[in-house]
């Protein structure tokens, strides 16, 4: 059974801030790793990562993958209080079906 | 939410009922999704189709069935509702296999009494 645990289940940290949010997974025939965004409504996509080591970056955010370690980190720079929301991961194996962890939820304080 | 509607966007019904959620999407996505999501459980998925008729469940099926008669309409059924399928059901596409991106509706919370 895929398995997906993020870390740390919530965070709470000051404007401008870095974070970086944790992701560990078990799969079988992994094919990628999907971050997420999710405030108070439907999570809205940020990353696919397919590939070891290659940095994906979308402004502040950015996010790197280690397929040898099976983990994610999801690295967010001088936080603003918009970035407060629950952050999923989520591992799609051979089976072309995504398995999401529980989130880790992001308090920013101005 | 691009292209994507649910309906009804809550509902609240009692237990034995039967209820179904529609999903609607104007993308012509080829792979639709439902999933439920639970304090501590986070996002699960139910079923998904990956073509017109062609369906197959997720990891919690189990008192759900689904349809998919056309391409833009995936319809989830709750044969008969109980109080542990009141959640937040949430419709996601996506165009490809994998590796893809998934993009998802703006949910149906479901309370069932």
């Known amino acids: 059974e895929d398995k997906v645990v993020q870390s740390p289940l919530s965070l709470v940290v000051h404007e401008g801030d870095t974070v970086t949010l944790n992701c560990s997974y078990e799969v079988t025939n992994f094919r990628s790793l999907l971050w997420y965004k999710q405030e108070k409504k439907a999570p809205t996509f940020l990353f696919m990562l397919?590939?070891?080591?290659i940095e994906k970056k979308s402004g502040r955010l950015s996010s790197i993958l280690d397929k040898k370690e099976l983990f994610s980190i999801l690295n967010i720079t001088a936080t603003q209080t918009g970035d407060s929301a629950v952050y999923l991961c989520a591992v799609e194996g051979g089976n072309e079906k995504l398995t999401f962890g529980t989130g880790t939820r992001l308090t920013i304080i101005p | 939410d691009a292209g994507i509607t649910q309906s009804p966007r809550h509902k609240v019904t009692e237990t034995g009922t039967p209820v179904t959620l529609r999903c609607h999407q104007t993308?012509?996505?080829?792979?639709m999704y439902w999933y439920r999501q639970d304090p501590g459980h986070g996002l699960r998925l139910i079923h998904y189709s990956y073509g017109v008729k062609d369906t197959d469940k997720g990891e919690v099926s189990d008192g759900y069935s689904v349809s998919r008669s056309k391409t833009e309409d995936f319809l989830l059924t709750l044969e008969s509702a109980t109080s542990s399928q009141t959640s937040v059901y949430f419709c996601a596409i996506s165009e490809l296999g994998g590796p893809y991106e998934q993009y998802f509706g703006p949910g149906t919370r479901l309370t069932v009494t």
């Open positions: 993308e012509n996505h080829r792979y």
């Open positions: 397919t590939s070891s080591g």
